[in-house]
């Protein structure tokens, strides 16, 4: 599958779902600390099915063709491209199924289903569902860019944008590696105003995540057939 496709699997998901999401909700969401209280959920047929499409897309397709190129330094502008592809694909698989429980419990409470539901007032279990599905989301997301590092694979959005993610060592990738490494991305985006042009003035551009966890940017040259290693 080429990077092409990809690609186009990427607008075409996203145009779908900012056009249902203009008409209604896709996931959960609940603000309580605000008058009028509001609770909502959403996952119509269309998004569940695509949530579905993706996530195979995600597991099955082998992004791992190629091998580093000669000028491996990977523009930041590039990295930060992949990871909002990345988000949006990782985002597009777990808000559906998160949103299912909560309408399938608002169904018992109405006897009626729907696809999507706004109320604005509280019913018992509200914040547990909420805080539920936070917890499961941030997992989603942490395996979603540790597993590609644990099986040396890129992902989407890595492999869209032609790099990809190694051992700077050269050793051999554990869970508990991969998973610190990921961690460690996650606060350094959070302080992306003061990791960002620290990284500018590294000449392989690496962010503080690269240099304190030991993975390592590199281009990857598609034209080699041999796998990332």
């Not at 996203?14 to 605000?34: D, K, R």
């Not at 959920?41 to 190129?69: E, H, K, M, Y």
């Not at 991305?185 to 000449?203: D, E, H, M, Q, R």
């Amino acid at each position: 599958m080429n990077r092409a496709f990809v690609f186009a699997i990427f607008i075409g998901a996203f145009i779908l779902t900012n056009v249902i999401s203009s008409a209604e909700i896709i996931g959960v969401s609940l603000n309580s600390s605000s008058d009028p209280y509001q609770m909502a959920a959403g996952a119509s047929p269309a998004v569940s099915l695509l949530s579905l499409l993706i996530f195979l897309l995600i597991i099955r397709s082998p992004w791992r063709t190629g091998t580093p190129a000669v000028d491996s330094r990977v523009a930041l502008s590039r990295r930060f491209i992949a990871f909002l592809i990345d988000l949006f694909f990782a985002m597009a698989v777990i808000a559906p199924p998160m949103a299912l429980p909560v309408l399938i419990k608002e169904a018992s409470a109405t006897g009626t289903f729907a696809w999507s539901f706004e109320r604005d007032f509280s019913r018992p279990g509200d914040m547990m569902l909420s805080i539920t599905g936070v917890i499961i989301s941030f997992g989603w997301l942490l395996m979603y860019w540790s597993v590609p590092l644990l099986k040396q694979r890129q992902t989407a959005g890595q492999y869209i944008m032609g790099y990809s993610i190694v051992s700077g060592s050269g050793g051999k990738v554990t869970l508990w590696s991969a998973a610190g490494r990921t961690i460690c991305s996650f606060v350094s985006l959070c302080a992306l105003w003061i990791t960002g042009p620290l990284a500018l003035f590294n000449k392989n551009r690496y962010m503080l995540h690269d240099r304190r966890q030991w993975f390592v940017p590199v281009l990857i040259d598609y034209r080699s057939k041999e796998k990332v290693s």
